[in-house]
Structures are given as structure tokens and as C-alpha cells.
């Protein structure tokens, strides 16, 4: 968001500085900043016994509570890690303020676009279908993500990790906070209720950046801007009838997306494959390069499919 | 606790008042009504410095009780429910603030409670923000430097009641704009529950030379204490009195 005014003095944090609870003790020293978040700032941080955590430092103690309420409820759903575990929260008395602080567990990996970068276009499909595994379960246990988006995922050993559930929401409520270029409501597609197809349309959208990393704008017809945007890119060219089909409406969970999308990813390779051998049969030079090409690829297809078929029974 | 019901002046302008009364006064004075008065300065998106006056936009919402913020164009839409609901979240948390005063004692407030004691009184703020009932009165200024910006207001406005209608509670919302020349404020839409296709809201508009928020300001207080005798012929409101 972009404003101009600055409302209240933030925290000033620097490496080696520590963070004292005013209601426990515990004491956690800065390492360095992660990332700056809607209501506050992370760092990574140790603990006096050499732990490292995540420390996120805000000003609204209100919304920083209620973070800290989700994390508890959401660090596991049904034995299946979705956010940050919960560590600790507390209040930081400077002679400036008191500021609210929360720890929780430091996710080391990867963002999706640097994940991605030198990766073929199936790792779209297989990075959409694991934020819909993780997805199922949320919903199942009654709650929408709210806030999906690009920047509260991270890769960590290629499975996907959410590190922000500051958006999680009641099914049935009022979506509180959102980001315009995944907000169904800001592309004239739905509602802002709080419903499994809301994070439906997000996975999507995240779909739609990994092709276009700058992002777009939405134009006069924001639908027929998607769907052209969905046609015109090579990246997306496997998955266009599903995304036009997401848009429609036609999937109302997130288990049938999952097994529209794995269908897709499967039965691509599989034509692949099948085609290698026939065209190989040509004699000149080229073809021999294309052949190489090819083994690379079968190579790499039989690989994937594995790790596809390993990702769709998790 | 009961689900009360919140009042909001969302006030949309781009300079500074320069004519009638103290807008920041007249803030006060809808404070004291239990009106909360919310500010959003809207700069071009060109715009490269903040210009001269805008000040006031801080000082209007911090007398009206309520939340101000400055923006680009291309960022309203987003501002303008942010600010709607920072606003409301404000207005229960200082409701809930005096109801533990009364219970702990002076001094005590939500950001006082020990975490765990806080973790539960912010899930019932939160639960009075999906359920309350709500009536915001936007008051947009549609002096000559606003008129290019009034198509992304239009969208705003529609994304707001977009917003707010996914909660649980009821809303109202009503549009005036300034100035205009006979009753300093004109009634653009009625109370509706929805703002849903405003296509020709700001088509007419006098373009005066001066920007009168105060005297529009209390008008628009005007319009909503004036709604309270058509609330009565609906029979009497049983949230009036939470206080909020």
C-alpha cells in the first residue's frame, strides 16, 4: 500500500539488539531482517540457548494477537504442518513504546519466483497442485487462507511452506485482508466472503505470475483481460481450458481442482513420451541434436511423472 | 455483548478547506454525535510531492475519532475500505476499553491485558466487526482539481460496498457531494445497502472555485442525525444504546 503518511514511530531493530518480554523474560537477539509484512517487520533471531526463530515486531497489538490466535489454531491442521509453528508472544517495552512480538519457527527456503527461475513449465502445475493439497486441508477444518499470494509461499526442499496466516479466515466471514492481483472481487469474479472458491481463484492467480512475473493490470474488462492473458502466454499454454474453466466456476473445492489440474499434468507427459519414438526415425544432423533433445526430456518426464504421481497420493 | 451499530463520514478531498468553518471542529462536534469522521487525501498518481494543506486531512480524522490516510489514485480502492475498517476496529476497541475500565479499573486497556487475556478479548472485537451493522456516509469533494479523479472514486466506492457487504452485519451507505452552490452538500445516493452501478452519480457537477469541508461536514452530520425519525417509523432501534 502506498502511503504517504507514516502513522505510528516503527520499531527500530538492528542485528545484535535483543527483544526482552515484558510478561516472561525470554529474551531473543536480533540476526538479521526476513521481511517486512502487512502489520510489522520479521527477523530472524536466536534465543539464549542458540535456537533460531522467526520475531515479528508490530505496532497494532490488536491484529498481531489475532495473528498470533491463527498460528496457534493453524501451525497444524489434522496432524499436516500449513503455517509456522507457534513459539512464544510477548510485549517489548522501549523507552519509545511497547510494541506486541510473536516468534514462531523460522521456514528456511526458497520465494516461487527464484524457486522457479531455469525450471520447465510442469513445475507450475506441480506447485499449484501442492498449495490445493495444502488448501484441502484448511478448508476441511472450516477456514480460507484469505490472503494467498506469490509472496506468502515459500519453496522449502521443493514442497511448499505458507509463512503468513495472517489471513485466515472463518468460512462464512468477511475476507479482512487481500492483495488486489489475487482478489477475485477486484477482477469482477465474486464475492469477498470468505468460501474455498476465494482461495480457489487465488492458486490461479499465482498460476497467472509464475508466466508473468511483472504482473498486469486489469484493464476495462478485467475478465476478458485474464483470459486473453491466459492465451497469450507459452508458459500457461497446458493449462488455458483449466484456468478459463477456474474462472467459470467450475470448481467449487479444492479436491476437484486438484484432480482437474493433476489430469492435465499427467497427461502430458504421457503423450510425450509416447511421441518420442516415431519422431527420431529422420536421418539428417538436426534430428540427431533433437533426439538428445528428446532422451533429455523422456529423461526428465519419467522423473517428473514420479515425483507427480509422489505429490498427487500425499 | 450485543452487535451495535457504527456511524462513519468517509470524507474523500484533495486540498485544503478554504472556506466557512473549522472542519476540524466541525470533526469534533461528530465525534460527540457518535459519528466517527474518516479522511482520504487522493494525489495524482503523477504527483511527486504532498501539496500544501493536506495536513489537514490528519487533523480532520484524529478530532473526528477516526482514521486518515493519503494515497495515490491507483491505490484508493484499497485505502478506502482499509480506512473504513481500521475505523470500525477502533470505534469497538474503544467500547470494549471502557467496558474494562469499568471491570479492572482505571488505566486498563486491551493493550494492557497479559497476552492470553488479550488473545481472547481481540477475537471478540473481531467477532463485533463482522456482526455490527454499519452507516457510512460518504462525502466526496468534487471541486474542479477532483473532477479526473472521480471514476476511480466511482470504483472505490463500489469495491467498498463490496467489502463490507461479505460481513455478516448490515451496511448503509449513503453519497453526498460538495460543494454545491443551494445546500452546500448534494445527495448523490440515498441510503441503499448496496453501491452497485453508479455510472451516472457524479455526471452533473458545478465546479466552484472554493472547498467549504467544514460547512459540508456539518451537513453531512445534518443528514445523519436526521436519519433517526425515519428510524423510528421502522420502530424503535434496539442497538442504539450500546453505546456505539
Known sequence: ?314 | MKPGRLKQILLLTDGCSNHGEDPIAVAALARNQGVTVNVIGVLDDQQKSQPQGLEEVESIAEAGGGVSQIVYQKSLSQTVQMVTRQAMTQTIQGVVNKELQQILGKGQSIEELPPEKRGEVVEVVDDLGETCDLEVLVLVDTSASMHHKLPTVKDALYDLSLSLNARSGENHFSVFCFPDAKHTIRKMIDWTPELGDMNRVFSKLSSGGYTPTGPALKEALYAFTERPIRGMQDGVDPYEETGF
Request: proline content about 3%; hydrophobic content about 40%.
Open chain 1, 1 to 314: 500500500m502506498e502511503s504517504i503518511l507514516m502513522k505510528k514511530p516503527a520499531s527500530n531493530l538492528y542485528p545484535g539488539m535483543s527483544v526482552r518480554g515484558k510478561w516472561s523474560g525470554r529474551r531473543y537477539t536480533i540476526i538479521r531482517e526476513l521481511g517486512e509484512g502487512a502489520c510489522g517487520k520479521v527477523f530472524l533471531c536466536k534465543n539464549d540457548q542458540g535456537d533460531t526463530y522467526a520475531l515479528k515486531v508490530g505496532t497494532d497489538s490488536a491484529r498481531m494477537m489475532l495473528e498470533v490466535n491463527m498460528l496457534k489454531k493453524f501451525s497444524k491442521v489434522q496432524g499436516v504442518k500449513l503455517g509456522p509453528s507457534f513459539i512464544d508472544v510477548d510485549d517489548w517495552v522501549t523507552n519509545k513504546g511497547t510494541y506486541p512480538f510473536y516468534v514462531m519457527e523460522y521456514i528456511k527456503g526458497e520465494s516461487l519466483p527464484s524457486f522457479l527461475k531455469g525450471k520447465t513449465k510442469d513445475w507450475i502445475g506441480v506447485c499449484a497442485i501442492q498449495l490445493l493439497t495444502h488448501l484441502e486441508n484448511l478448508h476441511k477444518a472450516g477456514y480460507v487462507f484469505g490472503d494467498l499470494k506469490t509472496d506468502n509461499v515459500l519453496m522449502c526442499q521443493s514442497q511448499l511452506r505458507w509463512i503468513d496466516v495472517g489471513g485466515v479466515t472463518a468460512i462464512g466471514r468477511a475476507i479482512k485482508e487481500y492483495t488486489e492481483f489475487y482478489d477475485r472481487g477486484y477482477w469482477g469474479i465474486g464475492s469477498r466472503r470468505a468460501e474455498p472458491s476465494y482461495d480457489l481463484f487465488a492458486v490461479t492467480m499465482i498460476m497467472m505470475e509464475m508466466a508473468y512475473p511483472h504482473r498486469f493490470e486489469k484493464g476495462a474488462h478485467p475478465r476478458k483481460t485474464l483470459e486473453a492473458k491466459a492465451g497469450s502466454s507459452v508458459w500457461l499454454k497446458p493449462y488455458r481450458a483449466f484456468l478459463l474453466q477456474c474462472w467459470q466456476g467450475k470448481y467449487q473445492d479444492a479436491t476437484q481442482m486438484k484432480l482437474a489440474l493433476s489430469r492435465i499434468v499427467m497427461k502430458r507427459n504421457k503423450s510425450k513420451s509416447n511421441s518420442s519414438p516415431s519422431r527420431v526415425q529422420s536421418r539428417d544432423r538436426k534430428v540427431r541434436s533433437e533426439k538428445a533433445e528428446m532422451v533429455t526430456i523422456s529423461a526428465f518426464v519419467t522423473a517428473f511423472l514420479g515425483l507427480s504421481i509422489y505429490s498427487f497420493w500425499l
